[in-house]
């Protein structure tokens, strides 16, 4: 079965990893902008990274067949840094029409802070100004609750943010609900330890439907399985869903949800293989 | 948006999870007694009332008990974060 990540940082990955990935039919994979680990001392960190995720990453993929689509943001991590945040803004814009961006993400919150939210709204402005798809960042853990609710009232608060262009993911049992009644597209992150395992994945599946539901691996340089979301497969085929159930979640959805891009083309024409 | 009706039966079900079950029970106990054999005292922290609290949670018959865990462990929501943080998030729809 064809998929595609819709959420995976192949910038921390190896080349083996796209190997990989190829080899387990993934066909697509799409890259937020994200924290690399470290906070970047100047805006021309991000300058470089934008190039890194718009002109290296997609070279890297096809030579394994698989497209690369990004997002450009500056993450909710470094988003506390205001005037960091307002210098990468300045910029981003002429990034946009580089051939594989997709939209403004993953931005969101981390700790839930004053800062964060500013920055997050800013991005929204950004969005909104150049009709960008948007890729939400939800918080880790403990936070991930008031910060959910807290995004969820950001986006809502705004008449002029159109609900199906929107992304909320790393969505786990306590946050789903809110996204998907909201008319919020949703995802679901597949870690070994942190966020939801193959097997919650499937039951969230079972509790809420295929509509507007995607997983991914948001493999990165954490604990983290780039291949995960054929463990999701592996695990709906055990509960003896059918194929056209998964495949739903694992390709029909990303493909809907990225068609609202002007720079996204489907990669399967027929089940037969690739177009 | 309606449900997946879950292909498995009960019985089924069952079947393969039960050593799964049986193992993840044994492994929190196991820690627990490992809490309690080590030197000092947790039992003013409150990631310890925290456990203990999700436990309760296991008890229960309620369908949600996986979301109810989950709650268990976050922070709660604040109803008046805009006004805490003087931020205004109301956009109106353009003309
Ligand atoms: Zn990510």
């Known amino acids: 079965m064809y998929y595609?990540?819709?959420h995976i940082h192949m910038l921390s990955r190896t080349t083996d990893d796209y190997e990989a990935l190829a080899r387990m039919d993934?066909?697509?994979?799409?890259?937020?902008?994200?924290?690399?680990?470290?906070?970047?001392q100047n805006s021309e960190s991000f300058y470089d990274y934008f190039r890194h995720l718009t002109e290296f990453e997609p070279a890297r993929a096809a030579k394994y067949g698989i497209q690369h689509y990004s997002w450009l943001c500056v993450n909710a991590k470094e988003a506390e840094n205001l005037s960091l945040s307002r210098e990468v803004l300045s910029f981003l814009p002429e990034f946009l029409n580089r051939g594989n961006v997709?939209?403004?993400?993953?931005?969101?919150?981390?700790k839930?802070?004053?800062?964060?939210?500013?920055?997050?709204?800013?991005h929204k402005e950004l969005a909104i100004r150049h009709d960008q798809l948007i890729l939400i960042h939800t918080p880790h853990l403990a936070d991930k609750l008031r910060g959910t609710r807290m995004i969820?009232?950001?986006?809502?608060?705004?008449?002029?943010?159109?609900?199906?262009?929107?992304?909320?993911?790393?969505?786990?049992?306590?946050t789903i609900r809110p996204a998907l009644d909201a008319g919020f597209w949703v995802g679901m992150t597949l870690y070994p330890t942190t966020k939801c395992t193959p097997q919650r994945a499937a039951d969230l599946a079972e509790r809420y439907g295929t509509d507007r539901l995607m997983v991914n691996s948001a493999g990165d340089w954490g604990p983290s399985r780039p291949v995960a979301v054929r463990d999701f497969i592996f695990e709906m085929r055990r509960r003896r869903h059918s194929e056209s159930t998964i495949r739903r979640i694992v390709y029909d959805n990303p493909v809907q949800f990225f068609s609202q891009s002007p720079a996204f083309q489907a990669p399967i024409a027929t089940e037969d293989g690739p177009a | 948006m309606p449900a997946l009706?879950?292909?498995l039966t009960a019985e089924e079900?069952?079947?393969?999870?039960?050593?799964?079950?049986?193992?993840?029970i044994l492994e929190v106990a196991a820690a627990l007694d490992r809490l309690d054999r080590?030197?000092?005292?947790?039992?003013?922290?409150?990631?310890?009332?925290?456990?203990?609290?999700?436990?309760?949670?296991?008890?229960?018959?309620?369908?949600?008990?996986?979301?109810?865990?989950?709650?268990?462990?976050?922070?709660p929501y604040l109803e008046h974060w805009r006004e805490q943080f003087q931020i205004d998030t109301r956009r109106e729809r353009q003309a």
């Open chain 2, 5 to 7: 009706t879950g292909p």
């Open chain 1, 102 to 110: 997709l939209g403004i993400g993953e931005i969101g919150l981390n």
């Open chain 1, 4 to 6: 595609i990540d819709p």
């Open chain 1, 152 to 174: 969820l009232d950001m986006l809502c608060d705004d008449q002029r943010i159109r609900r199906e262009r929107v992304l909320v993911d790393h969505a786990e049992e306590h």
């Open chain 2, 38 to 75: 080590a030197s000092g005292s947790v039992a003013a922290d409150e990631r310890r009332r925290q456990i203990d609290a999700a436990i309760a949670i296991l008890h229960t018959s309620d369908p949600d008990r996986s979301e109810r865990v989950q709650r268990q462990f976050s922070l």
């Open chain 1, 26 to 40: 993934c066909v697509a994979v799409s890259e937020p902008a994200f924290w690399p680990g470290l906070d970047r």
């Open chain 2, 13 to 24: 079900v069952l079947d393969r999870e039960f050593l799964e079950i049986r193992a993840k």
């Open chain 1, 112 to 122: 839930n802070t004053r800062n964060e939210a500013i920055v997050f709204m800013e």
